[in-house]
């Protein structure tokens, strides 16, 4: 599978037979390493042990998810690894993999099988892992340990996090040995075809001591007539002074409905920068969670949204300082237009022992309609008494001075209403690393924008 070589059709869909239905019967089958089964069996006890959110709690109580069943949805048994030629990709898939020829490996799933890897051979010389986590759990299991599964999540995080472990389908570790360093991104594709379907896949990024890897993940789906599930988790690492990009670019179409809880650990000197940009699907849920657990170590948490017709964009973002000397800033900024809505809840927590924490958390909304509606809610849990954190959240329209200086220089209103969008994200763009994710975003909020 390294090289992406091999040709094979991509199998068309079958019926599927609901999670509930079917899980128990394949975790008695399944030929997987027993920790991973155990693992997968314990999590499915529990989350049919734990009720739905409930809107009473504060963590959802702009996000309505009592009604959802998530258990009644086709599930897509994980598939064996196959290859296709680029050309065999989905359309959306081959469009940028056209665009960006600078990257050090690129895998592709669809719905929840592995079609194409690719991995630069100079750096499976030197180390670096891209595979599997499946493969890996078989041939190289240490590189899981105290990894995998290892983040603790919250009481608002555990009904998807333990429906994620229990049905995870593809996904794969990226490892980069010390001193390694990755020169271009690595690029993972999740393609969504299946309707009435759920899927999650599992995203483990360990860079060890010294190392530095840029990681890309794109979701992308067409509209789909049946609301399908993505359910996703992940987990980033780095260690003592390492650094690590993590770039996540959720690109659905209609008809699908987005959950994801992400956790990542700084190590001493580290710098971890996590961006998360939603664009797509019905209804998008992000878990955010920066554990700031090194000395002297960095964290920058960067989200962008746009969201238009009848969209739904939740972000719940933790940066859990535990270590003293330690940063964070975090900057998230989105756009409503129709009758978008969004909800941004944020916390700073310092722990006792965690003095001299540098923090920050910025959220800035900007309406483009009058049926737009965003919800900010900052908030700070400090236990520690020599720090400096400062937090804050706008909501606002669009300023009609600045609309009529620019209509006035011969700017149509809908050209001075893109010029403005655009600054309001610049902000944000500007720090993200990746040409080729800055011009998709770009791209995407100009066709929402009506250009």
Same mark, same amino acid.
């Given at each position: 599978?390294?090289?992406?070589?091999?040709?094979?059709?991509?199998?068309?869909?079958?019926?599927?037979?609901?999670?509930?239905?079917?899980?128990?019967?394949?975790?008695?089958?399944?030929?997987?390493?027993?920790?991973?089964?155990?693992?997968?069996?314990?999590?499915?006890?529990?989350?049919?042990?734990?009720?739905?959110?409930?809107?009473?709690?504060?963590?959802?109580?702009?996000?309505?998810?009592?009604?959802?069943?998530?258990?009644?949805?086709?599930? &897509? *048994?994980?598939?064996?690894?196959?290859?296709? %030629?680029?050309?065999? #990709?989905?359309?959306?898939?081959? /469009? $940028?993999? @056209? =665009?960006?020829?600078?990257?050090?490996?690129?895998?592709?799933?669809?719905?929840?099988?592995?079609?194409?890897?690719?991995?630069?051979?100079?750096?499976?010389?030197?180390?670096?892992?891209?595979?599997?986590?499946?493969?890996?759990?078989?041939?190289?299991?240490?590189?899981?340990?105290?990894?995998?599964?290892?983040?603790?999540?919250?009481?608002?995080?555990?009904?998807?996090?333990?429906?994620?472990?229990?049905?995870?389908?593809?996904?794969?570790?990226?490892?980069?040995?010390?001193?390694?360093?990755?020169?271009?991104?690595?690029?993972?594709?999740?393609?969504?075809?299946?309707?009435?379907?759920?899927?999650?896949?599992?995203?483990?990024?360990?860079?060890?001591?010294?190392?530095?890897?840029?990681? &890309? *993940?794109?979701?992308?789906?067409?509209?789909? %007539?049946?609301?399908? #599930?993505?359910?996703?988790?992940? /987990? $980033?690492? @780095? =260690?003592?002074?390492?650094?690590?990009?993590?770039?996540?670019?959720?690109?659905?179409?209609?008809?699908?409905?987005?959950?994801?809880?992400?956790?990542?650990?700084?190590?001493?000197?580290?710098?971890?920068?996590?961006?998360?940009?939603?664009?797509?699907?019905?209804?998008?849920?992000?878990?955010?969670?920066?554990?700031?657990?090194?000395?002297?170590?960095?964290?920058?948490?960067?989200?962008?949204?746009?969201?238009?017709?009848?969209?739904?964009?939740?972000?719940?973002?933790?940066?859990?300082?535990?270590?003293?000397?330690?940063?964070?800033?975090?900057?998230?900024?989105?756009?409503?237009?129709?009758?978008?809505?969004?909800?941004?809840?944020?916390?700073?927590?310092?722990?006792?022992?965690?003095?001299?924490?540098?923090?920050?958390?910025?959220?800035?909304?900007?309406?483009?309609?009058?049926?737009?509606?965003?919800?900010?809610?900052?908030?700070?849990?400090?236990?520690?008494?020599?720090?400096?954190?400062?937090?804050?959240?706008?909501?606002?329209?669009?300023?009609?001075?600045?609309?009529?200086?620019?209509?006035?220089?011969?700017?149509?209103?809908?050209?001075?209403?893109?010029?403005?969008?655009?600054?309001?994200?610049?902000?944000?763009?500007?720090?993200?690393?990746?040409?080729?994710?800055?011009?998709?975003?770009?791209?995407?909020?100009?066709?929402?924008?009506?250009?």
């Amino acid at each position: 599978m390294a090289d992406g070589t091999t040709t094979a059709e991509l199998d068309a869909p079958g019926d599927l037979v609901s999670v509930a239905d079917r899980l128990d019967g394949w975790l008695e089958e399944l030929d997987e390493p027993e920790t991973l089964v155990e693992g997968r069996r314990e999590a499915w006890e529990r989350y049919r042990e734990l009720p739905m959110p409930q809107t009473a709690s504060e963590e959802w109580r702009y996000t309505d998810v009592e009604d959802l069943r998530p258990e009644d949805f086709g599930f &897509v *048994e994980p598939e064996a690894a196959r290859s296709v %030629e680029i050309e065999d #990709l989905p359309a959306t898939v081959q /469009e $940028v993999l @056209a =665009g960006e020829q600078d990257r050090s490996g690129v895998a592709v799933q669809v719905d929840a099988g592995e079609v194409y890897r690719r991995l630069d051979p100079e750096l499976e010389e030197q180390g670096v892992v891209f595979a599997p986590i499946v493969e890996v759990a078989r041939e190289r299991p240490e590189l899981l340990e105290d990894r995998l599964f290892s983040s603790e999540v919250t009481d608002a995080e555990e009904k998807f996090w333990t429906l994620h472990r229990a049905i995870f389908s593809g996904g794969y570790l990226l490892y980069v040995p010390e001193n390694v360093r990755v020169p271009e991104p690595v690029h993972a594709f999740r393609y969504l075809e299946r309707e009435d379907a759920i899927v999650g896949s599992h995203t483990l990024v360990v860079a060890e001591r010294g190392a530095e890897v840029t990681c &890309v *993940e794109e979701f992308l789906s067409p509209d789909l %007539e049946e609301t399908s #599930l993505s359910v996703g988790g992940v /987990e $980033v690492f @780095a =260690g003592e002074n390492a650094t690590v990009r993590y770039i996540s670019l959720q690109r659905y179409g209609r008809g699908v409905e987005h959950y994801s809880v992400q956790h990542a650990t700084t190590g001493k000197d580290s710098h971890l920068s996590g961006f998360n940009v939603a664009l797509g699907s019905d209804r998008h849920r992000a878990d955010v969670t920066s554990h700031v657990e090194g000395p002297g170590s960095e964290s920058e948490m960067l989200a962008l949204w746009f969201g238009d017709g009848d969209q739904h964009i939740d972000h719940h973002t933790l940066q859990y300082h535990k270590a003293p000397h330690a940063y964070s800033d975090l900057l998230y900024k989105g756009a409503l237009t129709d009758r978008g809505r969004s909800v941004f809840r944020g916390v700073i927590r310092v722990a006792q022992e965690a003095q001299l924490t540098d923090a920050y958390q910025t959220n800035r909304n900007l309406l483009l309609s009058e049926d737009s509606h965003a919800n900010a809610l900052p908030n700070l849990e400090i236990e520690a008494d020599d720090v400096r954190c400062s937090h804050g959240a706008t909501v606002g329209q669009v300023d009609e001075s600045q609309l009529f200086y620019l209509k006035s220089r011969g700017l149509t209103p809908l050209q001075a209403e893109r010029l403005l969008v655009f600054g309001f994200f610049e902000e944000v763009l500007g720090r993200v690393p990746v040409e080729g994710v800055r011009s998709r975003v770009r791209s995407a909020i100009e066709r929402k924008l009506g250009f």
